[in-house]
C-alpha cells in the first residue's frame, strides 16, 4: 500500500512538472524543456564573409586595396553575432537553431582565370609545375594558390580556378594577376546588397552611426521565380558595448515544413 502511495505522488509531480512545462512553452516556443544550444563557433565564418562583403560593394573602403583581410573588424562583427544570439529568445532560437541562418559566401579563396589552353604556362599550371614566369611563379607562392580546380569541358571552356589555403581580399589579388600573356580574363569578385531571392536563409549587415543592424533573412514559395513567401527578423546591436536587442518582425507566418 505505501508503494502504491510513493508511486502515486511520483506520478502527479512528474505530470504538474510537464504540465508547466508545456504551460511555459506557450510563450517561450518550445525553450522550456529543451533550451537552445548554439555554437557560436560556427559564425566566425560569417562574420569573415560579412566583413569582405563590406569590402567589395564599399569602393570607397579604407581596405579596399589591401590582400590581407583584418581580424580584428571580422571579430568585432563576430562579437555582435554572438551578442544576438547569446539573447537565447524564441525569436533566436528560430533564426539559428531551426533555420540555422547564415551569411552568403564570398570569394576569398579562388582565382579563376580564363587562360589560353595552347600555352605552356598554361600547361604548366595544369601539371602542377612552374610555369617558368618569375613574377606568376611568385604571385602563385605569395598567395599561397596550391590547388587547381579544371572547368567541367576544358579546354572548351577554358577556365582554371587556382585555390589558396588562405583568405584574402580578393580585390588586389585579381589586380596583380591582370597582366599576363596566357591569362585572357580573371572573373572579377563581387558583394551583394539589399534583399535577393535564395533557397536558403541569410544574414545581411547594415552600419549606422552608433550600432549595425542585422537582418536574418528567410524565403521559400517557388523560389526558382524569386520567392513568393519571406520572413525577418531586425536586430540591432551597439558598437560601443555589444548590446544586441530584436527591433522587429515582419513577413509571412513560417511554413509547417521548418519544423520537421
Known sequence: MKTTFQFVIALFFISEFFLSCSKQNEISDNVCCSPPYININNYMRDA????????????????????????????????????????????????FNLLETHAPRVNTNCLWLKVNPGAPETQAIIDGEPTGNVRFDSLVSKYQFTELEVA?????????????TEDWNMIPVIAE????????????????????????????????????????????????SGCTDWRRWFFRVTKDDFKAELISVDGHQLPNFVYH
Do not use: M
Not at 566583413?51 to 590581407?68: F, G, W
Open 152 to 164: 567541367y569541358h576544358y579546354p572548351d571552356f577554358n577556365w582554371l580556378c587556382l585555390q589558396s
Open 48 to 95: 569573415l564573409d560579412l566583413y569582405v562583403n563590406d569590402i567589395y560593394i564599399d569602393t570607397l573602403h579604407p581596405n579596399r586595396n589591401n590582400p590581407v583581410i583584418e581580424q580584428e573588424p571580422v571579430e568585432r562583427i563576430f562579437q555582435q553575432i554572438k551578442a544576438i544570439a547569446d539573447l537565447q529568445t524564441p525569436e533566436v532560437y528560430r533564426v
Open 177 to 224: 594577376f591582370e597582366d599576363f600573356s596566357f591569362i585572357e580574363e580573371i572573373e572579377q569578385v563581387g558583394g551583394y546588397s539589399g534583399y535577393f531571392s535564395s533557397n536558403f536563409p541569410y544574414i545581411l549587415k547594415n552600419e549606422h552611426e552608433d550600432y549595425t543592424e542585422y537582418v536574418f533573412v528567410f524565403l521559400w514559395g517557388d523560389c526558382p
